[in-house]
């Protein structure tokens, strides 16, 4: 979540005159990217999408700048 936050910054910043839907896109690309490892073992990539898809799904983080708002679930 922090690492999506971080990038949700960049994006905006550096690419504030884009459409948020094409934001939205650089922001999971970037955070896709990541390879943490968990207990220092490296995990599969399938593993860091699966936890994004989780926390998008719950509302946690999400791809498009308004997608609470898009989405019918302002809980900031």
Same mark, same amino acid.
């Given at each position: 979540?922090?690492?999506?936050?971080?990038?949700?910054?960049?994006?905006?910043? @550096? $690419?504030?005159?884009?459409?948020?839907? @094409?934001?939205?896109?650089?922001? $999971?690309?970037?955070? !896709?990217?990541? %390879? !943490?490892? /968990?207990?220092?073992? @490296?995990?599969?990539?399938?593993?860091?999408?699966?936890? /994004?898809? $989780? /926390?998008?799904?719950?509302?946690?983080?999400?791809?498009?700048?308004? $997608?609470? %708002?898009?989405?019918?679930?302002?809980?900031?």
């Amino acid at each position: 979540m922090r690492r999506h936050g971080l990038v949700r910054g960049e994006v905006s910043d @550096v $690419y504030s005159d884009k459409e948020p839907d @094409v934001r939205g896109r650089i922001v $999971y690309r970037r955070c !896709a990217q990541l %390879q !943490a490892p /968990l207990d220092g073992r @490296v995990v599969p990539g399938h593993f860091v999408h699966g936890c /994004l898809n $989780y /926390l998008a799904d719950v509302m946690e983080i999400g791809w498009h700048p308004d $997608y609470r %708002q898009l989405l019918g679930e302002a809980r900031e």
